[in-house]
């Protein structure tokens, strides 16, 4: 059964920053590509950053320069880097991926770590 564990969010003042992991658990093939995303209250789940096998990176643009996302291939977990925090990047984020495994190719969600930006 594979599972995606996130950590790292909590509460930061404007301008902070914090460090989001996701590290899954499983027999596990291969997994490309990895990727954040987040939904506040009231709106729709949104992209914020995809990472590649292969280091190809694409962001959203409200995020751009501000946030990174990196991986660590030998131990399969990926990271989102959140720098200069605003109160608009309050929201519940979750780690995602297309992984490859005994039952499959699927994509799979974390549980969501609530990260929230205090003016």
């Known amino acids: 059964q594979v599972q995606l564990v996130e950590s790292g969010g909590g509460l930061v003042e404007t301008g902070g920053s914090l460090r989001l992991a996701c590290a899954p658990s499983?027999?596990?093939?291969?997994?490309?590509?990895m990727a954040w995303y987040r939904q506040a209250p009231g709106k729709q789940r949104e992209l914020v950053a995809r990472?590649?096998?292969?280091?190809?990176?694409n962001y959203a643009d409200s995020v751009k320069g501000r946030f990174t996302i990196s991986r660590d291939a030998a131990k399969r977990t990926w990271y989102l880097q959140m720098n200069g925090l605003k109160p608009d990047d309050t929201a519940v984020y979750y780690c995602?991926?297309?992984?490859?495994?005994?039952?499959?190719?699927?994509?799979?969600w974390g549980q969501g770590t609530q990260v929230t930006v205090s003016s």
């Open positions: 499983g027999s596990i093939f291969s997994i490309n590509p």
């Open positions: 995602n991926a297309l992984i490859s495994s005994n039952g499959g190719t699927k994509i799979y």
């Open positions: 990472i590649t096998l292969g280091g190809s990176t």
